[in-house]
C-alpha cells in the first residue's frame, strides 16, 4: 500500500533552517511528483511547491521562492523539503504529498499525504 | 495572486443535503479538487477533477462545475461528515496551486 512517512517534529529559532523528510513506499517512486504543503495553526493549507522525482525538477510557490529547496533521493525513495530564514509565522504542519497523475505526469491535485511534521519556531 | 474563495462554514442536520461552493476567476479552465479534513488529521481527497470520486469515497458525496463556481454536495450528510472541506485548484496557467480558506462543515 502507498505510504508517505514523515520525519518528526522540529523546534527551530527565528533565522534556522530546517529540513523536512518524506519516505515513500508502496509505489513507484519516480513516477509521480511529490508537493509540499503545510498548514499553520488554526489555519487553511498552504502549497510549497512539488519535486518531479525522476529529474529533481523542482517548482516553487512565488512566496516562497529563494527560502524552499526540495530534493530527493531515488536510491532510497525519500524526498525533501528544506525551508530556511525561518520566521514565528513557519510555524507549522508541513506536509508531503504524491500528485494523483501515474506515469510521470502532473494533475496538480493529491492523492496520498504523509503524517505531517510539526515545525515549530520560537526564540 | 491568485485566489479561490469558500464560504467560512455550513450548518446542516443530519439526513439533509449539505452544499459547500468555491469561486474563482479560473475555474472554467482549471479542475477543482475537493479535501476534507478531521481534527488531528491529514486532508483526504473526496473530490478530483470537478466531478471524479476516488473509490472508497462514498457515493453522497459529489461535485459539480458550473462557469466561475464549482460546488461540493454532500446528499445526506452523515455526522460523520462533520470536518473542514477544502477546495483546490490552479491558476490560469496551470502552474501554481492554490487552496480555498476551507469550510467547516457543522452537522447539527
Known amino acids: 500500500q502507498v505510504q508517505l512517512v514523515q520525519s518528526g517534529a522540529e523546534v527551530k529559532q527565528p533565522g534556522a533552517s530546517v529540513k523536512v523528510s518524506c519516505k515513500a513506499s508502496?509505489?513507484?517512486?519516480?513516477?509521480?511528483?511529490i508537493h509540499w504543503l503545510r498548514q499553520a495553526p488554526g489555519q487553511g493549507l498552504e502549497w510549497l511547491g512539488w519535486?518531479?522525482?525522476?529529474?529533481?525538477?523542482?517548482k516553487d510557490a512565488q512566496k516562497f521562492q529563494g527560502r524552499v529547496t526540495m530534493t530527493r533521493d531515488t536510491s532510497i525513495t525519500t524526498a525533501y523539503m528544506e525551508l530556511s530564514r525561518l520566521r514565528t509565522d513557519d510555524t507549522a504542519v508541513y506536509y508531503c504529498?504524491?500528485?494523483?497523475?501515474?506515469?510521470?505526469?502532473?494533475?496538480?491535485?493529491?492523492?496520498?499525504w504523509g503524517q505531517g511534521t510539526l515545525v515549530t519556531v520560537s526564540s | 495572486s491568485y485566489e479561490v474563495t469558500q464560504a467560512p462554514s455550513v450548518s446542516v442536520s443530519p439526513g439533509q443535503t449539505a452544499r459547500i461552493s468555491c469561486s474563482g476567476d479560473?475555474?472554467?479552465?482549471?479542475?477543482a479538487h475537493w479535501y476534507q479534513q478531521k481534527p488531528g488529521q491529514a486532508p483526504v481527497v473526496v473530490i478530483y477533477?470537478?466531478?471524479e470520486r476516488p473509490s472508497g469515497i462514498p457515493e453522497r458525496f459529489s461535485g459539480s462545475s458550473s462557469g466561475t463556481t464549482v460546488t461540493l454536495t454532500i446528499t445526506g450528510v452523515q455526522p460523520e461528515d462533520e470536518a473542514d472541506y477544502y477546495c483546490q485548484s490552479a491558476d490560469s496557467s496551470g502552474t501554481y496551486v492554490v487552496f480555498g480558506g476551507g469550510t467547516k462543515l457543522t452537522v447539527l
Open positions: 519535486i518531479k522525482p525522476r529529474s529533481g525538477a523542482t
Open positions: 508502496g509505489y513507484t517512486f519516480t513516477g509521480y511528483y
Open positions: 477533477k470537478d466531478s
Open positions: 479560473a475555474l472554467p479552465k482549471q479542475y
Open positions: 504529498a504524491r500528485d494523483s497523475c501515474s506515469g510521470d505526469c502532473y494533475s496538480g491535485s493529491f492523492d496520498y
